[in-house]
């Protein structure tokens, strides 16, 4: 389990940060003066070197398309540890650190419209939907916590 949470925290969690930065958030620096961007930047010590990557402009199309491989390749490892423990839940019957450490990830990707990466991995589905169910998903994602209830033209085409 501590491996996979380590995988989480370096794979999946970082790579969807790119798609979320260009399609969301991108829209609020556009048009913000540079010192202004920089002096946002600086004030947030743990996202500073990421803002600043991203710019006023982006991330370009090759560091989204690494961005999007990435999200690939941990459906794919999350869809094989799935099979591997029997499921529900990646360690297998019992919720573990693991799940509650991906599972942002995944509600990410969805409401970015990224489903169709886990859409012929019924594990996977079911894993998600099993977190959907449980009564702490709706106070967790509660009305206005999804990007697309807050930008409805956000989608990847």
Same mark, same amino acid.
């Given at each position: 389990?501590?491996?996979?949470?380590?995988?989480?925290?370096?794979?999946?969690?970082?790579?969807?940060?790119?798609?979320?930065?260009?399609?969301?958030?991108?829209?609020?620096?556009?048009?913000?003066?540079? %010192?202004?961007?920089?002096?946002?930047?600086?004030?947030?010590?743990?996202?500073?070197?990421?803002?600043?990557?991203?710019g006023r402009t982006g991330f370009p199309e090759q560091e989204m398309n690494k961005a999007l491989?990435?999200?690939?390749? %941990?459906?794919?490892?999350?869809? %094989?540890?799935?099979?591997?423990?029997?499921?529900?839940?990646?360690?297998g019957p019992d919720l573990t650190l693991a799940d509650i450490a991906l599972m942002p990830v995944l509600v990410r990707m969805a409401d970015l419209g990224l489903?169709?990466?886990?859409?012929?991995?019924?594990?996977?589905?079911?894993?998600?939907? %099993?977190?959907?169910?449980?009564?702490?998903?709706?106070?967790?994602?509660?009305?206005?916590?999804?990007?697309?209830?807050?930008?409805?033209?956000?989608?990847?085409?």
């Amino acid at each position: 389990m501590r491996s996979l949470i380590r995988y989480i925290d370096e794979v999946p969690t970082p790579a969807v940060r790119v798609p979320s930065y260009n399609l969301a958030f991108l829209r609020h620096f556009r048009g913000m003066p540079e %010192a202004d961007f920089v002096a946002l930047a600086e004030s947030k010590p743990l996202r500073k070197e990421f803002l600043l990557s991203m710019g006023r402009t982006g991330f370009p199309e090759q560091e989204m398309n690494k961005a999007l491989e990435r999200l690939r390749q %941990a459906i794919a490892r999350m869809s %094989a540890v799935l099979r591997a423990s029997g499921g529900p839940w990646l360690m297998g019957p019992d919720l573990t650190l693991a799940d509650i450490a991906l599972m942002p990830v995944l509600v990410r990707m969805a409401d970015l419209g990224l489903g169709s990466f886990w859409e012929h991995l019924p594990e996977v589905d079911r894993w998600l939907t %099993a977190f959907r169910v449980r009564p702490s998903f709706p106070k967790t994602f509660y009305f206005g916590s999804l990007l697309t209830e807050k930008y409805p033209d956000l989608r990847i085409p």
